[in-house]
């Protein structure tokens, strides 16, 4: 379902106004590393950690148990699949890997076709009415992914972005915006242009 035409505008302005410059020094550099992933075809453990740390901290003891091999015969199989659920299926049978972790590994790979599912972006979205479930942003499936994937991939390619800047400006306007706990319903927020 594409959103309406007040839906669509909201978003087109908060992404203008919310477009960030470059990425931050350490991500672009993990995003440059990680390219050798994609012609690879699979990440090593090093490199599936580094994206868990990038992503969040406190699951990296979680990813940490996954063996080499379970590592990369999940990335390989998510690297060089030709949908996204079987992109996004292998990266979830590893520990500590959730749709937000998996997200955030395909983004780092491939940052022009992917955005992080956050928290942020999810609530954004939410409170815009370019969705309409799942308010609090969290407890995500692959339906949800794949609508989030719809939008922001419409919006860089209305705009001109990557998906990830789409994405990095839906998180901005929600940062700014925020009006309370980060965890507190989306009315929460306010969207501010």
């Not at 979680?62 to 998510?78: D, E, F, I, K, P």
């Amino acid at each position: 379902m594409a959103p309406s035409d007040e839906v669509s505008a909201a978003l087109d302005r908060i992404v203008q106004e919310h477009r960030r410059g470059p990425e931050d020094p350490g991500t672009a550099d993990l995003i440059r590393r990680l390219r050798r992933a994609r012609s690879r075809g699979y990440l090593t453990v090093a490199e599936f950690l580094a994206a868990g740390r990038w992503k969040s901290a406190r699951v990296s003891g979680l990813m940490a148990r996954n063996r080499y091999a379970r590592v990369r015969r999940a990335t390989g199989a998510a690297l060089t699949a030709r949908s996204e659920r079987r992109r996004i299926e292998p990266l979830l049978g590893l520990e500590g890997v959730s749709i937000p972790m998996a997200s955030a590994i395909l983004t780092l790979v491939d940052p022009r076709r992917y955005g992080v599912l956050d928290i942020r972006v999810w609530q954004l979205l939410y409170r815009a009415g370019a969705v309409s479930k799942t308010p609090r942003g969290q407890g995500f499936t692959f339906e949800h992914w794949n609508q989030f994937l719809a939008i922001v991939r419409g919006l860089a390619k209305k705009h001109r972005l990557t998906t990830r800047e789409v994405e990095r400006a839906l998180f901005e306007a929600h940062r700014r915006g925020q009006v309370g706990r980060l965890y507190d319903p989306p009315a929460a927020i306010e969207l501010r242009a």
